[in-house]
T-cell receptor, first 112, second 117 residues
């Protein structure tokens, strides 16, 4: 099975930088995803890492260390609209159907 | 940008009744999924579907659940006899899967909120 841990809640100030961490345990790692989810809405794809290192995409970056079972999502120049839940999800290559296993999500509150 | 479409957006049903949740995946996607999210809890995998058959299912996906692709575009989730604990947001997703695809991430639909009373 998989165990995915991320902080429950975080608060940050508009314009600042915030880092959301995710640790995971899996028998056959095959990719890590970050999704954003606003309340009552569908998750929307933010980033994907399968190799170690940093992937940058505008204000969002995601980092992966497979040996440590660790990832983080970095959000720069925070905006009020970034207040949402951020979901870390891992795919395991033992899953023939490419299913994702989600963490419980980190609820980010951006304050003025 | 292509979308995954789900209908209805809200469904209220009485305990014991059958419900069918409908999804239209993105047309060139090959894998289809159902996930659910009970209010305040994490997104949970139910089932994946490829080449007209189930490729994987979770422990949640018991005999009360079934999926079908009745035609070339629709993908449905049926709950045969709903229970109170089936109340959740149900998300359909689709992906272009396979090795070599840059990220073969999912596109989620906007969900169906199912309330069992």
């Amino acid at each position: 099975g998989q165990n995915i841990d991320q902080p429950t809640e975080m608060t940050a100030t508009e314009g600042a930088i915030v880092q959301i961490n995710c640790t995971y345990q899996t028998s056959g790692f095959n990719g890590l995803f970050w999704y954003q989810q606003h309340a009552g809405e569908a998750p929307t794809f933010l980033s994907y890492n399968v190799l170690d290192g940093l992937e940058e995409k505008g204000r969002f970056s995601s980092f992966l260390s497979r040996s440590k079972g660790y990832s983080y999502l970095l959000l720069k120049e925070l905006q009020m609209k970034d207040s949402a839940s951020y979901l870390c999800a891992v795919r395991d290559n033992s899953n023939s159907g490419y299913a994702l296993n989600f963490g419980k999500g980190t609820s980010l509150l951006v304050t003025p | 940008e292509p979308e995954v479409t789900q209908t209805p957006s809200h469904q209220v049903t009485q305990m014991g009744q059958e419900v069918i949740l409908r999804c239209v995946p993105i047309s060139n996607h090959l894998y289809f999924y159902w996930y659910r999210q009970i209010l305040g809890q994490k997104v949970e995998f139910l089932v994946s579907f490829y080449n007209n058959e189930i490729s994987e299912k979770s422990e949640i996906f018991d005999d009360q659940f079934s999926v079908e692709r009745p035609d070339g575009s629709n993908f449905t989730l049926k709950i045969r006899s709903t229970k109170l604990e089936d109340s959740a947001m149900y998300f359909c997703a689709s992906s272009v899967a396979g090795q070599g695809t840059p990220n073969y991430g999912y596109t989620f639909g906007s969900g169906t909120r199912l309330t069992v009373v």
